[in-house]
T-cell receptor, first 116, second 110 residues
Framework: NAGVTQTPKFQVLKTGQSMTLQCAQDMNHNSMYWYRQDPGMGLRLIYYSASEGTTDKGEVPNGYNVSRLNKREFSLRLESAAPSQTSVYFC???????????????FGSGTRLTVV | EDQVTQSPEALRLQEGESSSLNCSYTVSGLRGLFWYRQDPGKGPEFLFTLYSAGEEKEKERLKATLTKKESFLHITAPKPEDSATYLCAVQGNTGNQFYFGTGTSLTVIP
C-alpha cells in the first residue's frame, strides 16, 4: 500500500534556483492537492486538481506552477525559489463522492524545502 | 470566509487523564468536518469525517462530536502513543477547498 509518494524528502535550494516536487498516488483518486505547512500557519492550499486535466489556484499560489501529468501524478514547480518558500510541502489526494464531502485526504510524507 | 480555530494550542496530560480538544468553525454550508493526526516529520493521517450536527464517531480512545459551531475530539484514558498534533479541517459549499486549523499539540506523559 504505497498511497501517496512524494519526492524528494529533503531539498536545499539557493535563491533563484528552480525545482519540481513530484507526487504520485496509486489509489485511483480523482482529486489531488498541494499544501504547504508553516509553523503557526496551518496547512495552506497552493494548487489543486479536481480531476485529470484540470488545475485551480488555492490560497497561496504565487511563485508556483503545477502540472497534472495523468490521473496518478501531480507535480509542483518553483520557477525561481525565494526564502519565503522555505516550508514543508505536502501532496494529498482524495476520491470524491458527488455533492457530499470527500472521504478526507490521504497525505504524502512531505518534502522539507529550505531556500537559502 | 471559511475559518477554523483550534484550542488549546498545546495540551499536556498524564497517562489516563481524559480531556477534550476543541475545533470552532465558520463555514458557508458545511459539507464535512475532518480530524487528522500528525506525528512529527510525517504527513497528517485521516481519523474521522463528520457531516452533520449531532453526529459522533469513535476509534479506540478517540471520540469526535459535532455541533453547528464546533467539534470536540474527546480522548479517554490517553496513552503516550496518543501524543501527536491533532488537526481539524472543514469543507464548505463554496468550493473544493478544505480549510485547516493550526492544530493542538498533545503530549501524554507516562
Amino acid at each position: 500500500n504505497a498511497g501517496v509518494t512524494q519526492t524528494p524528502k529533503f531539498q536545499v535550494l539557493k535563491t533563484g534556483q528552480s525545482m519540481t516536487l513530484q507526487c504520485a498516488q496509486d489509489m485511483n483518486h480523482n482529486s489531488m492537492y498541494w499544501y504547504r505547512q508553516d509553523p503557526g500557519m496551518g496547512l495552506r492550499l497552493i494548487y489543486y486538481s479536481a480531476s485529470e486535466g484540470t488545475t485551480d489556484k488555492g490560497e497561496v499560489p504565487n511563485g508556483y506552477n503545477v502540472s497534472r501529468l495523468n490521473k496518478r501524478e501531480f507535480s509542483l514547480r518553483l520557477e525561481s525559489a525565494a526564502p519565503s518558500q522555505t516550508s514543508v510541502y505536502f501532496c494529498a489526494s482524495t476520491k470524491t463522492r458527488g455533492q457530499r464531502a470527500n472521504y478526507g485526504y490521504t497525505f504524502g510524507s512531505g518534502t522539507r524545502l529550505t531556500v537559502v | 470566509e471559511d475559518q477554523v480555530t483550534q484550542s488549546p494550542e498545546a495540551l499536556r496530560l498524564q497517562e489516563g487523564e481524559s480531556s477534550s480538544l476543541n475545533c470552532s468553525y465558520t463555514v458557508s454550508g458545511l459539507r464535512g468536518l475532518f480530524w487528522y493526526r500528525q506525528d512529527p516529520g510525517k504527513g497528517p493521517e485521516f481519523l474521522f469525517t463528520l457531516y452533520s450536527a449531532g453526529e459522533e464517531k469513535e476509534k479506540e480512545r478517540l471520540k469526535a462530536t459535532l455541533t453547528k459551531k464546533e467539534s470536540f475530539l474527546h480522548i479517554t484514558a490517553p496513552k503516550p502513543e496518543d501524543s501527536a498534533t491533532y488537526l481539524c479541517a472543514v469543507q464548505g459549499n463554496t468550493g473544493n477547498q478544505f480549510y485547516f486549523g493550526t492544530g493542538t499539540s498533545l503530549t501524554v506523559i507516562p
